[in-house]
């Protein structure tokens, strides 16, 4: 009988290796675990350094992501701290930031459009729980569908659906537009409204943007000696803090202008108007809205979504992971703990109000520039927005909409990729008509649409190869003089591709004719489905039900399994290797000559088993029909090695 002590013992020795397990569990799904042990001073610092600067790139760039999602400027800073605090714990690549981007501030307008803000804040914490769904149940591999050809098509026609959209407020204009068409149809139509002093400043905005955007690339000349060369370096560094914080300058300065302006009773810019100033409030997400008379419930918001619920959070983990990918360094991506980090980022941020997030390329550049060394940046940057919220909100009202505009334009004008389509096009033209296909439905009809015909288009040429694999005929001789048609499928062969295969044999024995050997080359066969064995079954019987005239060639072990439980495999005709078939047509083309049609079909059977296995226990052995079967079984068993033989 066991003591207590010993059996305390055995418990705990029991329960070490779940105590093991447990840390390890939670540092995979807290990655924040692994790397705050090894977190150095030196690191400290250099995540200081590329949290401010990435907060000053954020910071404009989310009060222009809101205005193109047609919300007021706080809506954006919401969504920058909250993903920028919780990356900090969960994430995973230390470039990424979650916060508001072009593409989820462009989707959620199609789906909010003249909406409250309700209606966004629910599509957020709807589209995290999907997100968070999909991260649960391991479903990145749904975003390997998404080819780049298609993905470079979507992200060029959002590009350019968003600088058209862009165009009212660099022009002054002001009009409500429902799509691009619609868009270019009313700004024609107010052209003789364009205010030239928003005119003016957005494209001095645009001017200024992009030569700062040139700044990090001047080469600075320096002599030989070491103080020359210090004083360059520290010159290099000023001209790449004045890049990489463009924007935060011109939203500056032309704020200041336009406050000096606006004060002294000059009202000569379109701003941004009044925005909410304070922290946010900590509340559920609105599952109800208000519209005018009307009540929406949760039901009527979810069917106002319609797609929107699974479009936009299939785009947002598409980018996230594509980011992550990007800036990872070879380094393997968890694309489901970055699924589930992005899923709880827009959980929790719809608790404080903010719109849909996910990462964004610029975001991820500047902190790479920046030197960041761990998820830690997020920190300073969402603390830099919460001090924006606090303390500058009252200032935000002064923004000029013609420097967010050119804030945004210049942005995603670089995004757009027109070249790959000519490089597609001479290169493989299948893959250019997914691209165009894409960019032009997501151009004209809708982005969700574009996305869902994109991914059709890629759909339909990866199962068109197994719909009609190429079959090569090769007319061959065996040592022996016997003459035999080859048919190699360059695939295996699945249902889609049954009925084409058939027609293609039959094509080959009407102009061969009746008496043909035709052997299928089954080397490329990984797998079989049922509509494809019956197919061979069809065809084994029609051409083998009165002599050998078909067979199927080195077809592995686990195929042969599937035929002997799913075919009635009287007629089927299997030939081990290539080695075997000399025999095989000899011995039959002999008894054909002779009359013999019977005795072909027994040594049909009888070469059936001459298939070569890495294990005896492998061997099938497919079952003949009543007639002759104690001749056959007989002739089959001398074959065999003793421990396979047929009892």
Request: hydrophobic share 45%.
């Amino acid at each position: 009988m066991m003591s207590v002590a010993a059996k305390a013992s055995e418990v705990e020795e029991c329960s070490r290796p779940t105590k093991r397990k447990c840390p390890s569990a939670m540092a995979k799904h807290m990655p924040i675990l692994g790397w705050l042990p090894q977190y150095s001073r030196m690191k400290a610092m250099s995540d200081l350094i590329a949290g401010i600067t990435l907060g000053l790139t954020m910071i404009p760039q989310s009060i222009a992501y809101a205005a193109l999602a047609g919300l007021t400027a706080q809506y954006g800073l919401y969504s920058c701290f909250v993903g920028g605090f919780l990356y900090i714990v969960f994430g995973t690549i230390k470039e990424v930031s979650i916060g508001p981007s072009s593409l989820m501030a462009l989707i959620t307008l199609q789906y909010t459009r003249d909406m409250p803000i309700e209606f966004v804040v629910l599509l957020c914490f709807l589209a995290g729980c999907v997100e968070l769904l999909m991260g649960v149940l391991n479903l990145g591999f749904l975003v390997d569908f998404i080819s780049i050809p298609v993905t470079s098509g979507f992200i060029s026609a959002t590009s350019m659906i968003i600088i058209i959209a862009q165009l009212q407020g660099l022009l002054g204009l002001k009009y409500r537009s429902v799509n691009i068409i619609d868009n270019l149809y009313k700004l024609c139509k107010n052209i003789g409204n364009i205010r030239l002093p928003d005119l003016a400043l957005g494209i001095c905005s645009i001017l200024f943007l992009l030569l700062f955007k040139k700044l990090k690339d001047i080469d600075c000349p320096c002599g030989g000696d070491k103080r020359s060369t210090s004083k360059n370096s520290v010159m290099k560094k000023i001209l790449w803090y004045f890049s990489i914080g463009r924007n935060a300058l011109i939203v500056c300065i032309t704020t200041v202008i336009a406050y000096r302006l606006e004060t002294t009773g000059s009202a000569t810019f379109r701003l941004s108007g009044k925005i909410e100033s304070g922290l946010p409030t900590l509340s559920l997400p609105p599952f109800s809205a208000q519209v005018g008379n009307q009540t929406y419930t949760f039901l009527d918001m979810c069917v106002h979504y319609g797609s929107g619920l699974v479009i936009l959070p299939i785009i947002s983990v598409l980018a996230n992971v594509a980011i992550a990918k990007a800036f990872a360094m070879g380094a393997n991506v968890n694309a489901t703990q970055e699924m589930l980090t992005l899923g709880l980022c827009n959980i929790v941020g719809s608790f404080v109000s903010s719109m849909p997030s996910t990462g964004a390329f610029t975001r991820s550049a500047v902190s790479n520039a920046s030197g960041v060394q761990t998820p830690m940046a997020g920190l300073y940057s969402g603390t830099m927005a919460l001090l924006a919220l606090n303390y500058l909100t009252p200032y935000f009202y002064y923004i000029p909409r013609a420097t967010l505009a050119a804030v945004l334009i210049t942005a995603v004008i670089f995004m757009i990729d027109l070249k790959i389509i000519k490089l597609l096009w001479k290169g493989r033209k299948m893959d250019a008509v997914a691209a165009i296909g894409t960019f032009l439905s997501c151009l004209f009809i809708s982005v969700e649409i574009g996305l869902l015909l994109g991914i059709f288009f890629n759909l339909v040429f990866f199962i068109r190869p197994s719909a009609r694999p190429t079959v090569q005929v090769i007319n061959r001789k065996t040592d022996l003089g016997n003459k035999y048609v080859m048919l190699e499928l360059d695939t295996c062969l699945y249902y889609p591709a049954v009925a084409s295969f058939i027609d293609k044999v039959m094509t080959i024995v009407r102009n061969e004719g009746s008496d043909v050997s035709l052997i299928v080359n089954c080397e490329r066969f990984v797998d079989i489905d049922y509509t494809s064995i019956k197919g061979i079954e069809m065809l084994s019987t029609r051409l083998n039900h009165k002599i050998n005239r078909f067979w199927l060639l080195n077809l592995n072990s686990d195929i042969v399994r599937r035929i002997n439980i799913l075919a009635d495999n009287k007629y089927i005709r299997l030939i081990g290797n290539e080695e075997n078939i000399k025999d095989v047509l000899h011995e039959n083309d002999a008894l054909l000559s002779n009359g013999e049609f019977e005795n072909s079909i027994d040594v049909g059977m009888k070469k059936m088993v001459e298939i070569k296995y890495s294990s005896h226990e492998d061997f099938l052995n497919l079952n003949p029909q009543p007639e002759n079967s104690e001749i056959i079984a007989e002739d089959m068993t001398a074959m065999l090695p003793t421990k396979s033989r047929i009892q």
